[in-house]
């Protein structure tokens, strides 16, 4: 498993939640059901060629490895266009961001 920038990446998920209570206090289940939907597809992490080689640092080469792992194993064949750094880093997050909903979710029972 990987974590770079896990934990910002978490911030930015537990940002979402706070801006978006009402609906999982409402039990919201179309909400809750596409929560990762929501919360990392929607909108990118992080804009800009510029700004998205910044924020992965000298792990680009892992986060490509990580992406291309997760695709193959749940897709059968990697889709991501790995010449475009903003897609590559937005890619990464949204696949941690998969595991960190389902964590969410496990945790406060929204099965």
């Known amino acids: 498993m990987m974590d770079f920038k896990r934990k910002e990446i978490t911030e930015y998920f537990d940002d979402f939640i706070k801006e ?3 609906a999982i206090k409402e039990n919201d289940r179309s909400f ?3 929560l990762h939907h929501y ?3 929607e909108n990118y992490f992080i804009t800009g060629t510029y700004q998205a ?3 992965m640092e000298d792990q680009i080469f892992n986060i490509i490895n990580f992406i291309k792992e997760y695709e193959n194993d749940n897709f059968g064949e990697v889709n991501t266009d790995f010449s475009d750094p903003e897609k590559v880093l937005n890619m990464y997050v949204y696949i941690i961001g998969e595991q960190i909903v389902n964590e969410y979710k496990e945790k406060n029972n929204l099965w």
């Open 32 to 34: 809750i059901d596409d």
């Open 53 to 55: 080689t910044q924020y």
């Open 39 to 41: 919360a990392f597809n």
């Open 20 to 22: 978006n209570d009402s």
